[in-house]
């Protein structure tokens, strides 16, 4: 009896995706062809191999492991919406924080499959599972950020269906949940700590192999997460009439702002150690802000993403212009193709190139790899709008119980 | 059909059928459908090699044996034999002596089962100038191409799998597909190995190789004296990297590359035996390894036996 | 007068007697084993040398060969000649410094001579090719397998094709 209620209830919120105007079903039908796009291309792949990236020997890792780790810092910063929230009681943030941890869930979700289409042989993934396989734990930091990651999500999900169930029910939800969004607070930072060890502990790449590395992370997660957020609040306000007070976007957008700071900061450390210290581990450096040999693909990628975040950062931190739409906007969206670029490629392939043995490969991705990728942010793109279309109307109160 | 099941509802299926609609049912999701003996599913569920008891190992082998001869239409042996006792192996390479002939890299294909397309090497030879740098990674040539070697002004340094004691790719599988045997060999399990390519990222050496394709090679040219953790036949996507011929040495053979080099720059042997030539090399020699800063401790030592 | 060289003679003899009497124990003591090699790479119908040159006298002087041999032009040991090395009784023997005769088996004697602490490293399986068993039966090569004794130096060789270059992987 309990259960048909429960599934009843279910299908009560799931008629809710199904609702919507001629614009939302276009919508859903392009990101199904992304989609539809990016599995055949997949399967593809599955065939052929790997052998059809442009992933070899020398740069083993690309677009999928770049994306993965870009998106794992999109997930963290779920929190910085939570630390004002709920810590500090900041109420206009408090109100809207619940489609941050939708956006984390969606975000690690994407981690997943962008990792599951990286691997070789994805059908032995439960080889990398605790009890089932034979997980590499603690030895292996890639068996840690499987468990963190899962651990992340597994505690959004229910922090997500927990508050929906007690507003849906009419109910307070802080009183009891409490306890577990603080616990959020220390696992988002640890799943980008963890991400980013997974590089720092590699000394045969001397790039990654910085401490500054996860304190790198952490700085601009805090700024293209929440960057992401204002842009989807924006559109969430624009789209369900909703209200979101915009003391809590001018107030992310000074967070972002500060993340920012630090992130500009550590980068110029960064770069005085390497460059004047001028080791053999200046290469990869070099390699990506000047290029080597002749070899500069990456070079105005990397410079592209450095002016922008600085426009960025002035942008978001003077009054003026953070408080004004337009450039708001600006600032965010300069600032997530920053990080996008810095977190993204920009921190995989100058692992790589050159390589142990100092032979550089310089990494295009293929149009296959392009193709699987957008599918995945297609995919990305229809779970976070299910989960709003669903979620919304009970956040609203116009599903009840 | 032999094999009628009803159903609750009286609905008569025959297996069949209802393994087609299931097999339909799943085209999507790129299973071999061929495959649907239960020899798939023995293989996907096969266990860690290091996990298996005597008896589990041989079915594995022998399963794996009839598959091998039907792909390759010829019998290929798959040996498993352990460690030997007090043995800890050891690899040398003179750069004094080396001429850079790459006659190495091909023996090592040619025993170790390599896919021929798309290529795999498990040895790199490295070229570098006589002069103000040296031993300067940055400014090696790997794709040197003279009419003759050794050229004048150069010399030249394979590098392979350097077998570390304290090696960082096994730190990083996350599956415990690559461990260290008591010998010091690393070997990969290949029905284990899930290819997410962390050990690559971490090998300081670029020893490590990926099957990016499914790993082709002609029957004939296939070595059929194979041992389970070394050059027996690969998948696609999975890591392999040179395991010093373990089917050979653990046999008391040398490994190919040694009993191929025209100069006789490469030596193997056993390090807990003070009368070995690698040992003998170590004592006598100038001796180094590669990277030692990052605490790896290969077990390949290169030396110079003389100057000239 | 004749005292005086008869005592030169004699003790020409002892020192003579003694070097090769001590040789002969070094190298006894030095050579525990035979080693195990492959035939000496003679020129096809080139052995064994008294086939020709049983009968023909020896011509101690240096000189352009001509008639036979003529692909031998000495570069190894600056004013070297054929009898260095070669006996010139009997040609299908080696002749040691000491006088000792040696086959063309043991050729490495011959070189050990000079290069000792090559000589040294060869023994030990370090200066080389070895084949066989790292813990057992070993093949060695002979000098003159790698070294041709008249140019020793070694042979260039044409290199085996470079990798293919990642992008070239498809």
Known sequence: MVQAVAVKKFFIVFRETLRGSNKYYAWLAFLSFLILLGLSAYIDQLN????????????SWGMYISNFTFLVGVAAAAVYLIIPAYVYKFKPIKEVALFGELLAITAITMCILFIMVDMGQPFRVWHILPVMGAMNFPSSLLAWDVLVLNGYLTLNIIIVFYVLYRISHGKDYLPSIWPLIILSIPMAVSIHTVTAFLYNGLPARPFWNASIVAPRFIASAFCSGPALMLIIFQIIRKIWKLDIENRAIFKIAELVAYAMAINLFLLGAEV?????????????????????????????????????????????????????????????????????????????????????????????????????????????????????????????????? | MSKIRSNPSGVKLDRRTFLKGAALGLAGTALPLDKTDASFWEAFFQKHFREMNDDEKKKVIQRLEKEYEQKYKKAIHIGSEKPMPGVLFGYGLDLSRCIGCRRCVYACVKENNQSIDPQVHWITVLRFKKGEKWIDLEESEKYYNPQNVPEPGYFYMPVQCQQCENPPCVRACPTQATWKEPDGIIVIDYN?????????????????????????????????????????????GVVEKCTFCVQRTRNGRYPACVEICPVGARKFGNLLDPQSEIRYAIEHKRVFRLKEDLNTNPKFYYFFAYGR | MGSKKKSFLLSFGLFLFLLLFSNAEAVEQDIPKKFFVPPPPFSPGIYPCSQCHAGMPANAKPRKLEMMHQDIVLKH??????????????????????????????????????????????????????????????????????????????????????????????
């Open chain 2, 192 to 236: 284990w190995c899930i290819g997410c390519r962390y050990c690559m990222a971490a090998c300081p050496y670029g020893a490590r190789r990926f099957n990016w394709g499914e790993p082709k090679r002609p029957a004939e040219e296939i070595n059929p004296n194979t041992h389970y953790l070394g050059n027996r036949p690969r998948y696609k």
């Open chain 1, 48 to 59: 052929r191999g790997l052998i059809s990236t442009a992933m070899r020997d020398q740069v």
């Open chain 1, 272 to 401: 005085f150690k390497e460059f004047y210290s001028g080791t053999i581990h200046v290469y990869p450096i070099k390699y990506l802000y000047f290029g080597l040999h002749g070899h500069a693909n990456l070079v105005p990628w990397i410079w592209a993403a450095t002016v922008l975040n600085i426009i960025a950062f002035i942008l978001l931190l003077l009054p003026k212009t953070r408080e004004n739409f337009l450039t708001l906007n600006m600032g965010c969206a300069f600032l997530i193709i920053g990080v996008y670029i810095e977190k993204g490629m920009g921190l995989v392939i100058p692992g790589f190139v050159p390589d142990t043995l100092g032979e550089i490969y310089e990494y295009i991705p293929t149009m296959q790899e392009m193709v699987v990728t957008v599918g995945i942010w297609a995919a990305g793109a229809l779970m976070y709008t299910l989960l709003l279309k669903a979620t919304i109307p009970i956040y609203t109160g116009k599903v009840k119980f």
């Open chain 3, 77 to 170: 040991m600056p004013g070297g000649w054929c009898f260095n090395c070669h006996n010139p009784d009997n040609r299908d023997k080696l002749r040691l410094a000491n006088g000792q005769l040696i086959s063309f088996e043991e050729s490495y004697l011959l070189c050990g001579q000079c290069h000792g602490t090559v000589f040294r490293d060869w023994k030990t399986g370090l200066h080389g090719k070895r084949t066989g068993m790292w813990n057992g039966e070993k093949q060695y090569l002979l000098c003159v397998h790698c070294h041709w004794p008249h140019e020793p130096t070694f042979r260039q060789l044409q290199p085996m094709p470079p990798p293919a270059r990642p992008s070239n992987i498809k």
